[in-house]
């Protein structure tokens, strides 16, 4: 990524002439993305560089997304960042998802005697991340997601930057959004391949057992249908088999390049 750098305090003023606003550094990140998981790895190292020059320490930053009928998406400006939010996935509580499920941000002065969530906070107090900040984003119905602060030090977090961060997170969701969307069309249009995909292979398993039984095509699917039945295999996967039997090659649509 191409070193930005941001000022929180620069949320409350409009930039000089020269100087390129939050948004459109955040705008920039989700055009340089590839996918949803690359621009969050992306906005977590961008929003913990954001973060470390306000409170003048180097904070870490997780970013948690969960998505309907897709399990949640943890991402890091480091590899200790992402750790920290996926073992608060596995104790399925904490102050992220606190976050989003109230969606308020959740402040944690000092991880080391919090008696809320004690059993992570006693984790992650002894990996050295003594205060905690979780900023949940407002993204489409059926997304939530929020941005997770982690400091070496107890008390970093004071009023004046916790209305900062919420300012800037309200910057970063409109980014946020924008790149679930993309991804989810990518998503859609994915699936919709793979779709087309697995009904062109089994309509050719289906052709092959017609010749094969001089019978119909109604008939020849039930054929299918019962051999994946009988093997406890997919529909598909029975049919892709037979066609490379006859075929000596592995079926491709014409859609395919």
Same mark, same amino acid.
Request: aromatic letters at 4%; proline letters at 4%.
């Given at each position: 990524?191409?070193?930005?750098?941001?000022?929180?305090?620069?949320?409350?003023?409009?930039?000089?002439?020269?100087?390129?606003?939050?948004?459109?550094?955040?705008?920039?990140?989700?055009?340089?993305?590839?996918?949803?998981?690359?621009?969050?790895?992306?906005?977590?190292?961008?929003?913990?560089?954001?973060?470390?020059?306000? @409170?003048?320490?180097?904070?870490?930053?997780?970013?948690?997304?969960?998505?309907?009928?897709?399990?949640?998406?943890? /991402?890091?400006?480091?590899?200790?960042?992402?750790?920290?939010?996926?073992?608060?996935?596995?104790?399925?509580?904490?102050?992220?998802?606190?976050?989003?499920?109230?969606?308020?941000?959740?402040?944690?002065?000092?991880?080391?005697?919090?008696?809320?969530?004690?059993?992570?906070?006693?984790?992650?107090?002894?990996?050295?991340?003594?205060?905690?900040?979780?900023?949940?984003?407002?993204?489409?119905?059926?997304?939530?997601?929020? $941005?997770?602060?982690?400091?070496?030090?107890?008390?970093?977090?004071?009023?004046?930057?916790?209305?900062?961060?919420?300012?800037?997170?309200?910057?970063?969701?409109?980014?946020?959004?924008?790149?679930?969307?993309?991804?989810?069309?990518?998503?859609?249009?994915?699936?919709?391949?793979? /779709?087309?995909?697995?009904?062109? @292979?089994? &309509?050719? /398993?289906?052709?092959?057992?017609?010749?094969?039984?001089?019978?119909?095509? &109604?008939?020849?699917?039930?054929? $299918?249908?019962?051999?994946?039945?009988?093997?406890?295999?997919?529909?598909?996967?029975?049919?892709?088999?037979?066609?490379?039997?006859?075929?000596?090659?592995?079926?491709?649509?014409?859609?395919?390049?």
């Amino acid at each position: 990524m191409d070193e930005m750098n941001v000022d929180l305090a620069r949320l409350e003023s409009d930039p000089a002439p020269d100087e390129v606003s939050v948004p459109e550094q955040l705008q920039d990140l989700v055009i340089d993305s590839e996918d949803v998981g690359g621009f969050l790895n992306e906005l977590a190292a961008f929003s913990a560089s954001a973060v470390s020059q306000a @409170v003048g320490v180097d904070v870490l930053c997780g970013i948690t997304l969960s998505r309907r009928r897709r399990t949640a998406t943890v /991402a890091g400006s480091t590899h200790e960042a992402r750790l920290i939010d996926e073992v608060q996935q596995a104790y399925g509580d904490g102050p992220c998802l606190e976050a989003m499920r109230s969606h308020k941000t959740v402040h944690v002065p000092d991880t080391s005697t919090e008696e809320r969530w004690s059993e992570y906070c006693t984790v992650i107090a002894e990996r050295g991340h003594l205060s905690a900040l979780c900023v949940p984003l407002e993204l489409d119905e059926g997304a939530t997601a929020a $941005l997770n602060f982690f400091a070496p030090q107890a008390h970093v977090y004071d009023d004046a930057t916790i209305r900062s961060c919420e300012l800037y997170a309200s910057q970063a969701e409109r980014s946020l959004r924008l790149a679930v969307r993309i991804g989810a069309k990518q998503q859609h249009a994915e699936d919709l391949q793979e /779709a087309m995909h697995s009904r062109t @292979v089994i &309509d050719l /398993a289906c052709g092959v057992i017609m010749g094969q039984n001089r019978c119909s095509q &109604d008939e020849a699917f039930q054929i $299918l249908k019962k051999a994946s039945s009988t093997r406890n295999q997919k529909l598909r996967d029975v049919a892709e088999s037979l066609v490379t039997s006859v075929a000596n090659h592995a079926p491709v649509a014409h859609f395919e390049p």
